[in-house]
C-alpha cells in the first residue's frame, strides 16, 4: 500500500503566496508522474501541475507563470509552490501520483486526502 499525506493549505489574501508539499510513503519502487490537482465547491477535479521523474513540467494555463511545480525523487515528495494567488484559485487541492510497487512492480495511481486552498478577496 502506498499512503499520500499533504501539508501546506491554508487561507491567504489574493496576492499572496502558499507552498503545497506531499509526502509518498509505503511499498514503493519508484514514482512516475506526480502532480497536483484541485477541486472547487460544484466543480469537477481539474489538473493543476504534473512533473514526470525526470523534471517534465506541465500546467494548467490558468495557473503558469504562477505556480511552480518541483519533487524531490531521493524523499518522493512534491511541492507545489503557489503565487500571486487569486480567489478562483480556492479549492481542495489534492496530490496525485503513479506508484510502481515493490512488491508487484505494478504501477497504480494513488491521490492524497487533499488540503484546503482559500483565497480571500
Known amino acids: 500500500q502506498v499512503q499520500l499525506v499533504e501539508s501546506g493549505g491554508g487561507l491567504v489574501q489574493a496576492g499572496g503566496s502558499l507552498r503545497l508539499s506531499c509526502a509518498a510513503s509505503g511499498s514503493i519502487f519508484s514514482i512516475n508522474n506526480m502532480g497536483w490537482y484541485r477541486q472547487g465547491p460544484g466543480k469537477q477535479r481539474d489538473l493543476v501541475a504534473r512533473?514526470?521523474?525526470?523534471?517534465?513540467?506541465n500546467y494548467a494555463d490558468s495557473v503558469k507563470g504562477r505556480f511552480t511545480i518541483s519533487r524531490d525523487n531521493a524523499k518522493n515528495t512534491v511541492h507545489l509552490q503557489m503565487n500571486s494567488l487569486k480567489p478562483e484559485d480556492t479549492a481542495l487541492y489534492y496530490c496525485?501520483?503513479?506508484?510502481?510497487?515493490?512488491?508487484?512492480?505494478?504501477?497504480?495511481?494513488?491521490w492524497g486526502q487533499g488540503t484546503q486552498v482559500t483565497v480571500s478577496s
Open positions: 512533473i514526470s521523474r525526470i523534471g517534465t513540467t
Open positions: 496525485n501520483a503513479l506508484v510502481v510497487s515493490s512488491d508487484t512492480y505494478s504501477s497504480s495511481q494513488y
